[in-house]
Every structure is written in C-alpha cells, then in structure tokens.
C-alpha cells in the first residue's frame, strides 16, 4: 500500500505541474518533490545541535543581528546590445563593411561572430548598408572604439552611437531554480519505474508523467541557454549610409511618385488592350446579331402591309 501511495503521489505531481501555469507549477513541484524525496530521511536524522550562544547576546539582543549569516550578493546578468551609425561616400561604404567584418573574422569565432551582412546602393547616389555581430560582452565595448577608429580612417563620420542593456539576472534565476525542480521531479519518477511497483495503470501515468517533466525540462535548458548566450556575447548593429540624400526625405515621396508613372502608364495601357480584345469581338457579332433581327423585322413589317 505504502508503495501504490508513493506512486500516486509523485504522478499527481507530475501531472499537476503540466496542468498549472509555469509560477505555480514550479512552487508546487518544489514542495511537493522535496517533502517526498526528504520525509523518510528526515525522520532518521537527529537534529543537529544548536550553534552557541554568542558573546554578548544578553545584553539586548543586539547580537543577535550581527551573528546572522552575510547573504552574497550576485552580479546582474545584463544583456548590452550597441548601435551605431557611420556617414561615408557611397562607394566606400562595402570596403568599410568588409574591413569591419574581416576584424571580428580576425578575433576568432570565440570573441566574434558575424551574424548578418547587407548592402544595398542601386539607386541614384544614395547607398546603405548594415552589419550584425556577436561579439564576447568584456570585448564588445573595446571593439566598438575599433569600429569607429576603422570608419574615421576611411573618412567617414559617426552620426550615431547607442548602448542598450537587458537586465536577465531574475529570468535566469527562475529559470535554474524550475529547471532544479523538474530533475528532481523526474529522477523520483525514474526511480519508480525502476522499482515496478504498483498496478499497470500506475506505472503508465508514471511513465506519462516522466515524458512530461522531460519535455518541461528541455524547455527550460533551451530558455536558459539562450539567456546566457545573450548575456555572454553582446549584439553590435553597424549602420552604413551614403553623404546624399537618403530615404524618408521631403523629396523622396515625389521621386518614387514620378518613377512609377511609367509602370502604372504601362498598366493601364495593357488593361485596355486587353480590355479592347475581349469587347471588339462580342460588340462585332452583337452588332450583326442587332442587324439580323432589325432585317427580320422590316420583312415582317412588310408582308403584313402588302396582305392588308
């Protein structure tokens, strides 16, 4: 009986911690695995001593606060992600991106990644660009400097600069504590299929209840891996953009109006040949289909005067 209760009890946790939002689910998991996993130890342990008194403790209890334990205080775990802008010509504006690239290639894939490149100059004498790294977050503030420094010896001009940071330390936190709860979860599942003991039915809402926690458990070593990745490598946006006039001028708007009336001139001019193909032929036999009937009636019209 003991056996049967102690499986019940752990798949009704198992099942409860799916069924329940991610806050209470990690509560109740916690509380319900540490009483199982500890109450039979706990009753075989004798408590442990009490610490001694210390010095001075009876004069108002002042000691009291001083002998209680320093609580160490963690460093926030911050993900930066840096901006910024370059002003150059239009044709230095790919050999700048590349330089900028070929130094992060040049730092390792340990320090620096490139995570996307683009370019794009077409029209008239406007050109853009932009470029995305991943860069070790005790290098990125240093190799940004670089960035400038590269761009200011092509003759460029920095236009913009930002620094934006993501506090994760609480995320990341939660994170690890749910992921600790879920293990010890699945482990006192694990060890009660090992066991086989218990109806058949219990053994398969335990085997259900395993394949949950695991599912949970991949879940939160994803989000926790992702978390830390942005904390360790810092994001670094590069924008690239030419001396002329760039998109979203007053001018703009009317450029791109006056290059498209060609194509809607074009448009509307297929639309009436087209239009012209299909009605030509209808209106030339409705006309004769028109003319038949107006002759048929004229004849008609005819024999009927010539019997009065």
């Known amino acids: 009986m003991s056996a049967s209760r102690s ?3 752990v798949t009704s946790a198992a099942l409860a911690l799916a069924a329940c939002s991610e806050s209470s689910s990690y ?3 916690e ?3 540490t009483a199982d996993v500890t109450e039979e130890a706990a009753m075989d342990i004798e408590p442990p ?12 209890g002042a000691s009291e606060t001083s002998s209680l334990p320093d609580i160490p205080a963690a460093a926030p775990k911050i993900a930066y992600v840096y901006s910024y802008g370059f ?3 239009r044709e230095d504006i790919a050999p700048l991106q590349e330089r900028h690239a070929d130094m992060c290639i040049k730092l390792g894939p340990l320090t620096c990644q490139v995570r996307s490149l683009e370019q794009n100059g077409a029209e008239d004498d406007y050109g853009y660009g932009r470029l995305e790294l991943s860069v070790a977050a005790d290098r990125a503030r240093e190799f940004g400097r670089e960035l400038v420094a590269a761009a200011e010896s092509e003759g460029g001009d920095q236009v913009s600069s930002s620094i934006e940071g993501e ?7 939660d994170t690890e504590a749910r992921l600790r709860s879920r293990e010890v979860l699945r482990d006192r599942l694990m060890e009660v299929l090992q066991t086989r003991k218990g109806s058949v039915q219990e053994l398969v809402e335990a085997e259900r209840g ?11 070593r994803s989000w926790l891996q992702e978390m830390r990745g942005r904390v360790a490598y810092s994001r670094i946006t590069v924008n690239y953009q030419s001396e002329g006039a760039g998109p979203g001028g007053f001018f703009e708007p009317i450029r791109k109006a006056i290059g498209s009336i060609g194509p809607v001139a074009g448009n509307v001019i297929g639309g009436l040949i087209l239009l012209l193909t299909v009605l ?5 036999v409705g006309f004769g289909i028109w003319m038949l009937v107006k002759r048929v009636r004229r004849r008609e019209d005819a024999a009927e005067t010539t019997g009065e």
């Open 280 to 284: 030509v032929p209808i209106g030339l």
């Open 27 to 29: 509560e109740t998991a």
């Open 210 to 220: 395993v394949a949950q926690v695991n599912e949970e458990i991949d879940q939160a």
């Open 87 to 89: 002003r150059v010509a």
């Open 7 to 9: 499986i019940l009890l």
């Open 31 to 33: 509380a319900i695995t």
């Open 49 to 60: 001593p009490p610490p001694p008194a210390a010095p001075g403790a009876d004069e108002g």
């Open 167 to 173: 506090d994760l330390s609480k995320q990341i936190v």
